[in-house]
């Protein structure tokens, strides 16, 4: 199969303050990795493309000094919201291609992000 | 740009009732075309995907979908609803060589009354 994780599920923070959630790819190599974020009662909104040792690449009006997106291996990719504020409150989506020509991704279960 | 539109916002079928969700995309290129199912607090699954070949494609749990080049359309159909089908679907597209980065529907949430 194809597994992909997120970590934390859930996680609660202070505004001002920064959270890192974790994606990890279980039992395949994730040349690339996409970040989505999802409103309540909305759709998926694709928020930034991370290839593996390269830098993000960023979809208009996403803020990349704010949402840090870091592909530090082949089965890991970070990101940290940086000094979160009620707003950047959402849930969080990631997922992961084996590259390669390979079409589908595979998504982790989302972390729930609450800013108070 | 690429967009897709789901035109029902919230579905409401009795069980064994028959499911026809409708999905559009505007892509000006070779696409492909998945179906995802996102249960009550759990991650998205794959329903299906189109790449090539029969655009009447089959998926899991006994949904299928059909491509319809000129209208645009990739409608996910199950012919008789369970309880279990109660969910959050999702239209998506992604072009060719864009490997999986995907754009998504505004979804479809389909309660099934039992």
């Known amino acids: 199969g194809a597994v992909v994780s997120q970590h934390p599920s859930r996680v609660i923070c202070k505004s001002g303050t920064s959270v890192k959630i974790e994606c990890r790819s279980l039992?395949?190599?994730?040349?690339?990795m996409f970040w989505y974020r999802q409103f309540p009662k909305k759709s998926l909104m694709l928020m930034a493309t991370?290839?593996?040792?390269?830098?993000?690449?960023?979809e208009q009006g996403v803020e990349k000094d704010k949402f840090l997106i870091n592909h530090a291996s082949l089965t890991l990719s970070t990101l940290t919201v940086t000094s979160a504020h009620p707003e950047d409150s959402s849930f969080y989506i990631c997922?992961?291609?084996?590259?390669?020509?390979?079409?589908?991704?595979?998504f982790g279960q989302g972390t729930r992000l609450t800013v108070v | 740009a690429q967009s897709v539109s789901q035109h029902n916002h919230h579905v409401i079928l009795s069980e064994a009732a028959s499911l026809e969700l409708g999905c559009n995309y505007s892509y000006g290129g070779t696409v492909n075309l998945f179906w995802y199912v996102q249960y009550p607090g759990q991650h998205l699954q794959l329903l299906l995907k189109?790449?090539?070949?029969?655009?009447l494609v089959k998926g899991i749990k006994g949904f299928e979908a059909e491509f319809i080049k000129s209208k645009f359309s990739f409608n996910l159909r199950k012919p008789s609803v369970q309880w279990s089908d109660t969910a959050e679907y999702f239209c998506a597209v992604n072009g060719a060589n864009q490997g999986g980065k995907l754009i998504f529907g505004q979804g479809t949430e389909l309660s099934v009354k039992p």
């Open positions: 997922s992961a291609s084996k590259g390669g020509g390979t079409l589908e991704a595979f």
């Open positions: 189109y790449f090539s070949g029969d655009p």
């Open positions: 039992d395949f190599q994730a040349t690339t």
């Open positions: 991370s290839n593996e040792g390269s830098k993000a690449t960023y």
